[in-house]
């Protein structure tokens, strides 16, 4: 019914940018909050940084002023601008969204299947 794609991860020096992408597309009437996690080999899955229909932003204390989110409600995107990256930042990062569907009409919430990002010292 509903993908999320997202693209824009790869290998990064310390200090370096990055921009992820992330598509919606399917049986989307319109798509509330969305998200950015990631998840480190061994750790549990975090949130980074989420964004309301709106444009209210909230962020991990961890990326506080080194990360943007954003998003453009008509194309059914979403960015996570990263700077100043750390070896720490590495991970791979997640979408997600809740999203009201065209048929039936309902709320659910999907992912994407990750992208990599690695960033080294």
């Known amino acids: 019914q509903v993908q999320l794609v997202e693209s824009g991860g790869g290998l990064v020096q310390a200090g370096g940018s990055l921009r992820l992408s992330c598509a919606a597309s399917?049986?989307?009437?319109?798509?509330?909050?969305m998200s950015w996690y990631r998840q480190a080999p061994g750790k549990q899955r975090e949130l980074v940084a989420g964004?309301?229909?709106?444009?209210?932003?909230n962020y991990a204390d961890s990326v506080k002023g080194r990360f943007t989110i954003s998003r453009d409600n008509v194309k059914n995107m979403m960015y996570l601008q990263m700077s100043s990256l750390k070896p720490e930042d590495t991970a791979v990062y997640y979408c997600?969204?809740?999203?009201?569907?065209?048929?039936?009409?309902?709320?659910?919430?999907?992912w994407g299947q990750g992208t990599q990002v690695t960033v080294s010292s």
């Open positions: 997600n969204a809740e999203v009201v569907l065209l048929s039936p009409y309902a709320t659910n919430t999907y």
């Open positions: 399917g049986s989307i009437f319109s798509i509330n909050g």
């Open positions: 964004i309301s229909r709106g444009g209210i932003t």
